[in-house]
């Protein structure tokens, strides 16, 4: 069974940082990409940032420079570092991977950016 588990959300001022963590389990996670999406009020979801086997990572244009995606394969668990966070980040955080037979998502996050 595949689970993802995301973790890290909160409210944070304009200019402020957070950092999600998204547990995995259920997938070989070494050898599995893995993204992270938001999806705010009344908008679609979106990929915010995507990060690969070998590392190599792609992030959407609005976060590029303030957001920073990485993993830790020993510990089955990929980050999204968010950095000088904007009132326009606001939105629910899910995790996401697309293996054989999936994709999964995980339950979401909520970060809310405001003063």
């Known amino acids: 069974q595949v689970r993802l588990v995301e973790s890290g959300g909160g409210l944070v001022q304009p200019g402020g940082s957070l950092r999600l963590s998204c547990a995995a389990s259920?997938?070989?996670?070494?050898?599995?990409?893995m993204g992270w999406y938001r999806q705010a009020p009344g908008k679609q979801r979106e990929l915010v940032a995507g990060i690969r086997t070998d590392a190599s990572t792609n992030y959407r244009d609005s976060v590029k420079g303030r957001f920073t995606i990485s993993r830790d394969n020993a510990k089955n668990t990929v980050y999204l570092q968010m950095n000088s966070l904007k009132p326009e980040d606001t939105a629910v955080y899910y995790c996401h991977t697309n293996p054989p037979l999936g994709p999964y998502w995980g339950q979401g996050t909520q970060v809310t950016v405001s003063s």
């Open positions: 259920g997938i070989l996670f070494r050898i599995t990409a």
